[in-house]
């Protein structure tokens, strides 16, 4: 399995500012995923970043508010950008294991707050 | 569209008692199917995984998980409880066809002295 860290592992923002989070992996990987976890839920799939093409995302997430950089096959960055306190959640990232089960590797996440 | 359903927010067991957390998935197509485990305040584990080899699924921690197609079910359970399994449980299923997992609300697993 990858080994995936993020970068930073918390912050506190006031709003209207933006936050970058960095998601770097130990191996190549074609597939990388960027959740949002919102206190006490499940995780939410913000987009999909694959190297060498813009990110793929989901509905009610726009690109203006978290644009994605995936400019190799080991290192991806989210960030949010004019934050609300609403914003305030954990930021994961995670790879696609390979070998054709749809296995998801995960960071150790962002906790971020908005004040 | 696929959903999964995890039975119950919150379940409390005694340490050394049996944990039983509940999953059950929407498919027609026989998925591929995950459990994972949050601590406090770190990112997501990989507990095991169903990928239709063998029906029960022996994971970490001493936890195994039974795929039953019949009841679309795949619970997790451990025979006794330990301190060091309270956490957040999710189950999760992948269609194998975009790549994506779609995620159980979570069950937060309580266990009392």
């Known amino acids: 399995s990858a080994v995936i860290s993020q970068k930073p592992s918390r912050d506190i923002c006031q709003r209207g500012t933006s936050l970058t989070i960095q998601c770097q992996v130990d191996s190549q990987v074609t597939m990388m995923f960027w959740y949002r976890q919102q206190p006490g839920q499940s995780l939410t799939l913000i987009a999909t970043a694959n190297q060498g093409s813009e990110a793929t995302y989901e509905s009610g997430f726009v690109i203006d508010k978290f644009p994605i950089s995936r400019p190799n096959l080991t290192f991806s960055t989210l960030t949010v950008s004019n934050m609300s306190p609403e914003d305030s959640s954990i930021y994961l990232c995670?790879?696609?294991?390979?070998?054709?089960?749809?296995?998801?590797?995960f960071g150790p996440g962002t906790r971020l707050t908005v004040l | 569209a696929q959903s999964v359903t995890q039975l119950g927010s919150h379940v409390s067991v005694s340490e050394g008692a049996l944990v039983l957390l509940r999953c059950n998935y929407s498919s027609s197509v026989p998925p591929y199917l995950f459990w994972y485990v949050q601590y406090p305040n770190q990112g997501l584990q990989l507990l095991l995984k169903y990928t239709s080899a063998a029906t029960l699924v022996k994971g970490i921690n001493g936890f195994e998980a039974e795929f039953k197609k019949s009841e679309t079910s795949f619970h997790l359970t451990k025979p006794s409880a330990h301190m060091s399994d309270a956490a957040e449980y999710f189950c999760?299923?992948?269609?194998?066809?975009?790549?994506?997992?779609?995620w159980g609300a979570g069950t937060k697993l309580i266990i009392k002295p």
């Open positions: 995670s790879v696609h294991g390979g070998g054709g089960t749809d296995t998801q590797y």
């Open positions: 999760a299923v992948s269609d194998g066809s975009n790549y994506q997992l779609i």
